[in-house]
């Protein structure tokens, strides 16, 4: 699917840190809820990024979009840094980067047309007449598998597939040259996942953007991701292609993901390696291997020193003292 090699978007070291409050609204300390996280999406790619609830992948996505300020860093978008602008340089970049959100209903306004909300980002950006304006939201409406007719009506009038594909044409109003999609069709029925997966697929080609796929549902980032990245508290454990990383995943916690989806013929499950002990808080008190109190494979210096993302293969990288 990728066909040309640029950079697009290039993370480096992203962290970001909140106070920790405790009695008398006194900080006691920190939690990272992004930890030294980087990585590389291409032009026309779409990189997955998995994890439990919790592991700070939407942060991720927020401090990318600039939609939350990271505490250290640094965010490079079409070769600009843009971890610290602001004002109209910040607006302008917005135009490129658009956001699918989880649930399309809490997402659009039931108040307005759709063809009002999908035409909001063309009437803040463009500068079009008002004809041009509607020819390009039905124009949307008819790529994304709506009729003409749903410009007129209401949100609560659509099923939640049918909201979700609303929410992708809003996305795409500008032609923007990154989505991150969050979850984006966690909230759907399983027989509806599939056809927006494949529609974000078929926009993707013809709009040459760039998907950031945040989900935590390993078969869902397996169906339309180039690259995958498995974040485990705060940071990234390991980042392969797809195919070697649901094929030849290294890292402890990426094992035991693969190994919990559901397979439907028995004879080719694979032996499950059941989680153990409690998730490490992600303050500074600890040392070492985030994963460590989980770990089957533990050695003395996991609980001393943080194991670092190392390439072990080709685009394969994963942070283990194991390898
Ligand atoms: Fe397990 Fe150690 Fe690897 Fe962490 S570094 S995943 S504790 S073996």
């Known amino acids: 699917m990728v066909e040309r090699d640029d950079l697009l978007l290039e993370v480096k070291n992203l962290s970001k840190v909140y106070p920790l409050v405790g009695a008398f609204r006194k900080q006691v300390g920190t939690i990272k809820a992004l930890n030294d996280f980087s990585i590389t999406v291409k032009q026309g790619e779409t990189l997955g990024l998995v994890g439990e609830t919790g592991c700070g992948k939407s942060t991720a996505g927020r401090v990318i979009l600039r939609l939350i300020d990271a505490t250290s860093g640094a965010v490079i978008f079409q070769k600009q840094d843009i971890t610290a602008v602001k004002g109209s340089q910040l607006r302008s970049i917005r135009k490129d980067m658009q956001m699918i959100f989880q649930d399309p209903n809490a997402s659009l306004n039931p108040r307005m047309m759709v063809g009002d909300i999908i035409s909001e980002?063309?009437?803040?950006?463009s500068g079009q007449s008002k004809i041009q304006t509607k020819d390009q939201t039905m124009e949307l409406l008819q790529r994304v598998?709506?009729?003409g007719e749903a410009y007129f009506q209401y949100p609560l009038e659509f099923s939640?597939?049918?909201?979700?594909?609303?929410g992708i044409a809003r996305a795409l109003a500008l032609k923007p040259k990154l989505?991150?999609?969050?979850?984006?069709?966690?909230?759907l029925d399983i027989s509806v996942q599939a056809q927006v997966l494949n529609l974000m697929q078929d926009l993707q080609q013809e709009y040459n953007m760039s998907y950031l796929f945040i989900a935590?549902?390993?078969s869902v980032v397996k169906h339309i991701s180039d690259r995958i990245g498995v974040m485990y508290l705060g940071g990234l454990v390991e980042v392969a292609d797809k195919i070697s990383l649901y094929q030849s995943p290294l890292h402890p916690y990426t094992r035991?993901?693969?190994?919990?989806?559901?397979?439907?013929?028995?004879?080719?499950r694979v032996e499950r390696m059941a989680f153990e002990g409690?998730?490490?808080?992600?303050?500074?008190?600890?040392t070492g291997c985030a994963f460590q109190s989980r770990c089957r494979f533990a050695k003395p210096e996991c609980?001393?020193?943080k194991p670092t993302l190392k390439q072990v293969g080709p685009g394969h990288q994963v942070a283990c003292h194991l390898y």
């Open 179 to 187: 989505i991150l999609a969050d979850e984006p069709v966690s909230a």
């Open 145 to 147: 598998g709506l009729s």
């Open 160 to 166: 939640g597939g049918q909201r979700q594909r609303i």
């Open 216 to 218: 935590h549902d390993l």
């Open 121 to 125: 980002p063309i009437r803040n950006y």
């Open 256 to 268: 035991d993901l693969i190994a919990a989806i559901p397979v439907p013929d028995p004879r080719k």
């Open 278 to 286: 409690e998730i490490t808080r992600p303050n500074d008190s600890f």
């Open 303 to 305: 609980s001393e020193i």
